[in-house]
């Protein structure tokens, strides 16, 4: 039984990974996902490039879909989990793994049947860029935002593949969807039903390798279809109307973290100082230098700019900005 950390109780998970031609990609998730599974479960999608037998090779069961979509291989993962709690995550590395704590969470502490995570909240890679990208994103939020205004609900993400359920919900909900618009109808007939959806932050990164299956001018009109089916004839539960969400709210946001102690401050400048001056001895010349002699209580001077990663681990414990705020 896995033990996730923060949890108040304890419940068996099954991790489900949908994949199609993820043989570059699957071996990371299932490796990093199997600390938080019971049972983890490959549904592949008739994969050509060796998916399954990878799969099969680092311990994962593995079960077929029907090759009619990933709603499918979801309705699948859903028969065959074998756990009190159902987490699906994306084969394409999309998802970070690592996350599953904090999805199973409000489950595991009773706040919620259905948890989704959310890219509004933690960012996504794969929402903003492009033409494709922005429809993508607007698209889904037109699909949010009329599922809010049907259920009295507030939620910013109703697409996401990276979601945990309870078991016996999933199996209550009745999915029909045979593709991708198998995530909204999770989230209407969960609201309609008058159980409990939270949101939790996680970012999406781009896929690892390889290119999306889905191409949303060959399946937009499904989604509008089944988005209005679902509406229209899933009414909310009787005086059921927004009781059933809890909006997110950040147990541990960065202002409630101590700033940084002058000794930490002076810590960073002089690491980064070291790092700058040996760069610019190298001659990279590729950045200005890194760091300058001003006394540290010089509001806004001398602080270069950084990316999170190159913050010293000294300091990135302290700052809240760089604290995962997901995980309460
Ligand atoms: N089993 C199965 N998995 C699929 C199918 N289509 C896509 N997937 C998987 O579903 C996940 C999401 O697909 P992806 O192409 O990344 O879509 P996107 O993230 O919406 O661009 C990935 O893990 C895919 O491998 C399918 O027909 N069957
Ligand atoms: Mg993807």
């Given at each position: 039984m896995s033990s996730v950390v923060g949890a108040e109780q304890d419940a068996t998970i099954a991790v489900v990974i949908p994949a199609r031609n993820e043989v570059d990609n699957i071996p990371y998730v299932i490796e990093h996902a199997r600390p938080y599974a019971d049972d983890l479960l490959v549904v592949d999608g008739h994969?050509?490039?060796?998916?399954?037998?990878?799969?099969?090779?680092?311990?994962?069961?593995?079960?077929?879909?029907?090759?009619?979509?990933?709603?499918?291989?979801v309705r699948i993962g859903i028969r065959e989990a074998k756990g009190e709690i159902v987490v699906f995550i994306d084969a394409d590395c999309s998802h970070n793994p690592h996350d599953i704590p904090a999805v199973v969470e409000p489950i595991l502490e009773g706040r919620a049947e259905h948890v989704t995570a959310s890219r509004m909240l933690g960012g996504s890679e794969e929402l903003h860029g492009d033409l494709g990208k922005f429809v993508r994103m607007v698209g889904s939020d037109i699909i949010t935002l009329g599922i809010n205004y049907r259920y009295g609900v507030a939620l910013t993400d109703s697409q996401n593949g990276f979601r945990a359920?309870?078991?016996?919900?999933?199996?209550?909900?009745?999915?029909?969807?045979?593709?991708?618009?198998?995530?909204q109808e999770m989230i209407i007939k969960t609201l309609a039903l008058g159980y409990r959806v939270v949101e939790v932050p996680a970012r999406e990164a781009v896929r690892r390798s390889g290119v999306s299956s889905i191409s949303v001018s060959r399946v937009a009109h499904r989604y509008v279809y089944s988005w209005l089916k679902?509406?229209?004839?899933?009414?909310p539960p009787p005086g059921g109307r927004g009781r059933s969400y809890q909006p997110y709210q950040n147990r541990h946001p960065w202002w409630a973290d101590p700033p940084p102690t002058r000794a930490q401050v002076l810590e960073f400048r002089r690491v980064r100082g070291a790092r700058g001056r040996r760069r610019n001895e190298r001659g990279s010349g590729d950045t200005a230098p890194m760091v300058d002699s001003k006394p540290v209580d010089t509001p806004g001077r001398g602080f270069p700019a950084t990316s999170r990663s190159s913050h010293p681990a000294s300091l990135r414990v302290l700052t809240g900005c760089d604290q995962d705020t997901s995980r309460g």
């Open positions: 994969s050509t490039d060796g998916t399954a037998e990878r799969a099969r090779e680092l311990g994962a069961r593995v079960v077929l879909d029907n090759r009619i979509g990933k709603g499918d291989a359920l309870r078991i016996d919900v999933a199996r209550a909900l009745d999915l029909r969807e045979t593709i991708t618009t198998i995530e679902y509406l229209v004839t899933r009414p």
